[in-house]
């Protein structure tokens, strides 16, 4: 069994920064992307920065230059850093992984989700 754990998540004023943090543990044989997503209240989730076992990252428009995400393949742990917050940031935070097991087999992986909000 794979699981992804996070943390990292709470409470933060407008301008302010957290850092979330996703581990993967279990049979794990590699991992190809790992994922940050973010769900607000009433909109649908969204991909907030990517990031590949090569090393190639994406992030959405809204927070580019504010927003950083790193992993350690070693330890498989992504790690989402939140610079310059805005109230519009307010969202449950999700992590995502893409494994392959020991078996061979391939399958998407989900965190169960971390609260951050933004707000004075």
């Known amino acids: 069994q794979v699981q992804l754990v996070e943390s990292g998540g709470g409470l933060v004023q407008p301008g302010g920064s957290l850092r979330l943090s996703c581990a993967a543990s279990g049979s794990i044989s590699s991992i190809g992307v790992m994922n940050w997503f973010r769900q607000a209240p009433g909109k649908e989730r969204e991909l907030v920065a990517g990031?590949?076992?090569?090393?190639?990252?994406n992030y959405a428009t809204s927070v580019k230059g504010r927003f950083s995400i790193s992993r350690d393949n070693g330890k498989n742990t992504v790690t989402l850093q939140m610079n310059s917050l805005k109230p519009e940031d307010t969202a449950v935070y999700y992590c995502y992984a893409y494994i392959t097991g020991h078996s061979g087999r391939h399958s998407e992986y989900w965190g169960q989700g971390t609260q951050v909000t933004v707000s004075s």
């Open positions: 990031s590949n076992s090569f090393g190639s990252t």
